[in-house]
């Protein structure tokens, strides 16, 4: 940590060392990600459609928490890339849904050791059991109510 007595302000402030770790996590996922064509934005929306049969893009907005017109061009960007791909609703055809290919499959599955790698590197500080303990309470933080205690 440095001795500037502005920096030690900062990171005496919770919430922008999370900000910082933010973009700390986002930049070297990002890196990883860019032989693929690839941002974090997008594989947030890949991950996500790997847990659902298919998706109609206001889902994705809402659960991902990005902006509607976002969830429109990231899915333009992973259907460009045959990651994923809109079909009609089965159960309202005036509807589109949004689905994983296999393509999508199989480069999260590739995918997985770099994003294990960028969270070792970021956690590397951390015992297993402070990893344990720093999962659980940012889940905590992340979906108050839905995390479990």
């Known amino acids: 940590m440095s001795d500037a007595p502005w920096m030690r302000g900062l990171h005496t402030d919770t919430g922008y060392l999370l900000y910082r770790l933010g973009l700390r996590s986002g930049s070297l996922f990002n890196a990883g990600l860019e032989q ?6 997008h594989y947030a929306v890949l ?5 659902v049969e298919g998706v109609r893009q206001r889902e994705l907005s809402e659960r991902l ?3 509607p017109s976002a969830i429109v061009s990231l899915v333009d960007d992973l259907q460009r890339l045959g990651l994923a791909e809109r079909r009609p609703d089965p159960g309202d055809r005036r509807n589109r849904i949004v689905v994983l290919t296999d393509a999508g ?4 599955r590739d995918s997985e050791k770099d994003g294990a790698r960028v969270t070792d590197d ?8 402070e990893r ?4 659980r309470l940012l889940l905590r933080i992340a979906e108050p109510g839905d995390a479990e205690g």
């Open 36 to 41: 693929h064509g690839l941002r974090l934005r």
């Open 65 to 67: 928490g990005y902006d």
């Open 47 to 51: 991950r996500y459609l790997a847990t």
């Open 105 to 108: 499959q199989g480069l999260l």
């Open 132 to 135: 344990t303990t720093l999962h």
């Open 122 to 129: 970021l956690l590397a500080p951390l015992s297993d059991q």
